[in-house]
């Protein structure tokens, strides 16, 4: 299985991409994380929030293959536990697609990008910054990961 975190912004500053890297790399190929940035669409004063959202949508629903099973981060998502999601990491695998996590940009994810999720997740109940949540995700795959396999690293 690869999940494929799919998120709206690129040039992060190089804590980010290193932080991100150092958990992915941790992981294992049947558990492997890729990152795919979707540029954000250019924001002006005479366009509404929906506008940008549908054109960073359409660049993300590019980027998710039709067997693809897709997690939408919205703030309307359930929130997971380690242990949550250490078990939806194991009913991911049992399912052998590939997993979309997809985050949006600054005003969230487009109305299609939702409607095609299979799953919506909350991180926090809190407003995270983006950079910060491509390190979040990746800390807590990994984390989730070495639950399934009963690694050291999480400790209960």
Same mark, same amino acid.
């Given at each position: 299985?690869?999940?494929? $975190? +799919? ?6 500053? %190089? &804590? #980010? ?41 359409? $660049? +993300? ?6 067997? %693809? &099973? #897709? ?86």
């Amino acid at each position: 299985m690869k999940i494929k $975190l +799919i998120a709206v912004g690129n040039k992060m500053p %190089d &804590w #980010v991409e290193t932080a991100f890297k150092t958990y992915a790399q941790r992981l294992p190929r049947d558990c492997a994380l890729e990152l795919i940035e979707i540029p954000a669409a250019k924001r002006t004063r005479n366009q509404l929030a929906d506008k940008w959202m549908e054109k960073e949508g359409e $660049l +993300i629903s590019k980027a998710i293959d039709s067997s %693809d &099973w #897709v997690v939408a981060l919205d703030v309307l998502g359930q929130n997971w536990s380690t242990e949550k999601l250490a078990s939806q990491i194991t009913q991911w695998q049992s399912k052998g697609c590939n997993v979309a996590l997809l985050v949006g940009g600054p005003d969230g994810l487009s109305s299609s990008v939702l409607s095609r999720a299979n799953q919506k997740w909350s991180l926090s109940a809190l407003t995270l910054p983006h950079p910060m949540v491509r390190v979040v995700l990746a800390e807590a795959i990994y984390r989730g990961w070495s639950v399934t396999v009963n690694h050291p690293y999480h400790r209960e």
